[in-house]
């Protein structure tokens, strides 16, 4: 439940355009989620983590996170998730000006 609420708030953040001020919470989410059987809340944090990233600019570091998330999400059999994290590797892609690659993704 509290790992919900940080994700939430995270998001939130990032949404308003405090993507700094989201990581705090979102990596606190995803230090709680881990240890919930349902990992589902987790693929989630890892996500928004991965947003967020993308959006401060920090690539490298957003590809890692999202290609973790993706893994979660299809180990844990989230197809929502996966098409999320999907869709933001993909603007990763973009951002980074590399269109092919965005097309790959998927």
């Known amino acids: 439940r509290e790992a919900g609420a940080l994700n939430a708030l995270g998001q939130v953040l990032s949404a308003s ?4 001020d989201a990581l ?3 990596d606190e989410a995803l230090r709680l989620a881990t240890a919930l059987p349902n990992r589902d809340e987790a693929a989630i944090a890892m996500t928004a983590k991965g ?3 993308r959006a401060l600019g920090r690539l ?7 290609t973790e998330a993706l893994a979660e999400s299809r180990r844990v059999r989230f197809p929502v998730s ?3 994290d999907l869709t ?3 603007l990763l892609e973009r951002d980074r000006g590399d269109l092919a690659a ?5």
């Open 82 to 84: 996966e098409r999320d």
């Open 88 to 90: 933001e590797l993909a």
């Open 51 to 53: 947003r967020a990233l």
């Open 24 to 26: 705090g919470p979102l």
């Open 102 to 106: 965005a097309a790959r993704v998927l």
């Open 60 to 66: 490298d570091e957003a590809a890692a996170v999202l």
């Open 17 to 20: 355009g405090r993507h700094a």
